[in-house]
């Protein structure tokens, strides 16, 4: 080592997905090794510009350099911007003189790969998603080591090199609430219970399309709601904007006394429970039943993480790489997954409630996604990190 000093540099951002895995490494490492020195590459545009700095790291920052995906000018400009892109991330691993880079994927990590294999310094990805990114489909060349949260994502390591599954590096919030749940789970969903203003006694379905919301899974929940009262309460989280909608929707399937907000004053005040937003989603993940989500791969390993059954509306853009998240979760028996397009109103009615009056094939559910989930990958990954600098 340097003087003695352990040098790391982490690679990411852009997406909560890929800074939120980079902080908690990041965090891993600091209890492992607390004087080791680690600084962060991101964008000035990204959630990290924020996240890193509040969470106690110096983030050096370059440009975003897409890769082009078809001729144009953005293709003509490519070079030009990669030399002067990778010429930074050189200069910030010299004068950082970093002994182990690790990339989490997204335009960053790119060009922080290439400098890396340039200068000969140990490179470590991690991979979150079922289908890996272009920046990582690169590092996986010059990797000497390959996290993943799942079995197959079309990374192919170099000769010599490792790849293993270690599940998704949980952000705090998560990390916290799986160890309580782990010692008690029926005390961990009385509090989250308690915050939320929502009755532990009684069954629970979160519904939740991430900050920007599922406008058709909305609809279909909501419009439901009648014949989902029957059986359990409801928290909504409707995404940005999306409030309104959703509220009229349970008025005319249920009542307007149904809909009441989210907190500890909401208690007895009605079932369905509407928020745009729940900053303490772990809260909601404490006391949930069963929740109705898409299937990024966050929520996939957190709720997976946590032994919470699911039923997964992938987003039905891209090249379907939600579907790919779900899919092993589901083979495995920790939840259903169903189109966009076949979750109507008239599926939800068909489906949902019987769901919720099994109790077995719930647990089942809660047990198989416990299983599946892993709960230990921040750690996992500092570990191979400090071994492969040491």
Not at 106 to 132: C, D, F, K, M, W
Not at 299 to 311: D, N
Not at 334 to 361: C, I, N, Q, Y
Request: aromatic residues 6%; hydrophobic residues 45%.
């Amino acid at each position: 080592m340097s003087n003695g000093i352990t040098r790391i540099v982490l690679a990411g951002g852009g997406t909560a997905g890929h800074v939120n895995p980079l902080l908690a490494v990041a965090d891993a490492i600091r209890k492992a090794r607390p004087d080791a020195e680690i600084g962060v590459v991101g964008t000035a545009v990204g959630l990290e510009h924020d996240l890193v700095p509040q969470a106690g790291y110096e983030l050096e920052t370059i440009e975003k350099v897409p890769f082009p995906r078809r001729p144009g000018m953005a293709a003509l400009r490519f070079p030009a911007q990669w030399k002067r892109e990778t010429g930074k991330t050189k200069e910030i691993l010299e004068r950082r003189q970093a002994q182990a880079v690790v990339g989490f994927g997204g335009y960053t990590s790119a060009p922080v790969y290439a400098s890396a294999h340039a200068l000969g310094i140990p490179i470590l990805i991690h991979e979150q998603n079922a289908r890996a990114g272009m920046a990582n489909k690169l590092g996986a060349r010059w990797a000497d080591y390959i996290g993943t949260a799942y079995d197959e994502t079309g990374l192919k390591p170099r000769r010599g090199a490792r790849i293993e599954r270690v599940g998704l590096p949980l952000r705090p919030a998560i990390a916290d609430l799986c160890r309580a749940m782990e010692h008690d789970r029926a005390a961990a969903r009385r509090e989250g219970a308690a915050r939320l203003g929502i009755d532990p006694d009684r069954p629970i379905v979160v519904v939740t399309g991430g900050s920007l919301g599922a406008a058709n899974v909305n609809r279909a929940m909501a419009a439901s709601a009648s014949a989902l009262l029957a059986h359990a309460q409801v928290i909504h989280l409707t995404g940005k904007g999306k409030a309104d909608e959703v509220r009229e929707l349970v008025s005319v399937s249920a009542s307007d006394g149904a809909v009441a907000g989210l907190g500890e004053e909401s208690l007895g005040t009605g079932d369905y429970h509407v928020a745009e937003y729940l900053e303490r989603i772990d809260w909601a993940f404490a006391c949930a039943d069963l929740v109705v989500c898409r299937s990024g791969a966050g929520t996939v390993s957190e709720l997976t993480a946590l032994g919470v059954p699911a039923v997964y509306v992938p987003l039905p853009i891209g090249n379907g790489e939600q579907r790919f998240n779900a899919e092993p979760v589901v083979r495995s028996g920790g939840g259903l997954m169903v189109s966009d397009r076949e979750f109507t109103k008239e599926w939800v009615v068909d489906h949902v409630p019987d769901l919720l009056a099994d109790h077995r094939t719930l647990e089942g559910y809660a047990e198989a996604a416990w299983r599946y989930g892993i709960r230990d990958a921040a750690e996992t990954m500092a570990a191979r990190v400090l071994e492969m600098i040491d």
